[in-house]
């Protein structure tokens, strides 16, 4: 087993085989499932995981945990160290420390619903990162910046937030017990 930067390379390359042998093995489907706490706390139930979600107090929520827009820039963040620790650990390069900041900014007057999104967009409007890395052996500039664009060209995250995704949300009377 050769292990780069806590991956198990081998069994990596396994699975990029496994996919490039039969395509239809990489069509994959992620599920979540929220449910509504009080006031605006929420937790997301994902795998075996529960994430609590709430609004700051100056957003007239209690400051209990991450709003959702916070847990997009840092899944964003972390979409990113997966790809730096995957893309660096194929290339045989070993990470010594990498630490990414990611903010955005959102015009509340479109998520308060004062303006129209097509004056004032709800979401965000730029989403800004800086990456910061260090390998423990020295990469020249191309080294660098060839392991930073291919981790840009494959993240998911950054790809759900740079284009448009078609997102179907359909409201379902339910009967609850």
Request: glycine residues 8%; hydrophobic residues 40%.
């Amino acid at each position: 087993m050769k292990m780069i930067n806590g991956v198990d390379v081998e069994y990596l390359q396994k699975v990029v085989e496994a996919v490039k042998a039969n395509p239809d093995l990489g069509k994959t489907i992620w599920r979540a499932s929220t449910k509504w706490k009080g006031g605006f706390k929420g937790e997301a139930r994902i795998r075996d995981f529960v994430v609590d979600m709430d609004e700051p107090e100056d957003l007239g929520g209690t400051n209990t945990a991450p709003n959702m827009v916070e847990m997009v820039l840092g899944a964003y963040g972390c979409c990113l160290t997966v790809g730096y620790v995957m893309n660096a650990a194929v290339r045989g390069i070993e990470i010594a420390k990498l630490e990414i900041e990611v903010e955005g900014n959102i015009d509340l007057p479109g998520f308060l619903a004062l303006e129209p999104p097509e004056k004032v967009w709800p979401g965000f409007t730029e989403v800004r990162a800086r990456v910061f890395l260090k390998t423990k052996a020295p990469l020249s500039k191309e080294e660098l910046q060839d392991l930073h664009d291919a981790v840009l060209k494959t993240s998911p995250v950054g790809s759900i937030l740079k284009n448009p995704v078609k997102v179907i949300t359909e409201l379902e009377p339910r009967r609850f017990v």
